[in-house]
């Protein structure tokens, strides 16, 4: 369930709260998780400013558990070398527990230009994650009005991880992104 809340015309606020279960195979992990985050936005040198913040998956650790994790165990493994007979037994695996993978993000996106008939924005994204290394995201878009009801818009971005610096060939248009789309009202 979410919730948010408009502070003012400029800045709001939200929470998201989340159930995760997971099941495979007859072993299931289950925790709660929050995501929150907030947007501004102002003008700045007679354009608009946006800024957005948000961490991803607050909560609890993760493990497995259930009936899946049981195995039998050979008393040659218990007693080796033994030559006492014995009866197999039972044995339960224990799954290491594990943190959600959370994330910190931060975007700035800012209108370059804008007209009656042209807009060009241009953003920034900062992303920290718990488990991988920081990476960047660059991207811009251009909305153009081609008449009253119709309006074209292309986009093109690249996302810079930290451990994809050393890459080469067309690995290194990994981060590659680009996309269109038109509008009618």
């Not at 290394?133 to 878009?141: C, T």
Request: glycine share 12%.
């Amino acid at each position: 369930s979410s919730l948010a809340w408009n502070f003012s015309d400029r800045a709001s606020a939200g929470i998201n709260v989340k159930g995760i279960h997971e099941d495979i195979a007859g072993n299931t992990q289950s925790t709660v998780a929050f995501d929150i985050g907030t947007n501004y936005h102002a003008r700045l040198a007679g354009r608009e400013i946006r800024l957005a913040f948000v961490i991803r998956n607050i909560g609890g650790n993760l493990a497995f558990s259930g009936n899946g994790l049981k195995i039998d165990v050979d008393p040659e493994d218990l007693y080796p070398g033994s030559n006492i007979a014995r009866q197999g037994r039972e044995g339960l695996l224990r799954a290491t527990s594990f943190k959600l993978p959370t994330s910190f993000h931060m975007g700035v996106s800012y209108v370059l230009s804008q007209s009656d008939t042209h807009a060009w924005l241009a953003a920034v994204e900062v992303n920290e994650n718990n488990n991988m290394p920081v990476s960047w995201s660059l991207g811009s878009e251009l909305t153009r009005r081609m008449s009253d009801k119709v309006t074209a818009a292309v986009r093109g971005g690249w996302e810079f991880r930290g451990d994809e610096l050393g890459l080469e060939s067309s690995d290194r248009l990994r981060g590659l992104s680009a996309g269109g789309g038109i509008g009618y009202d």
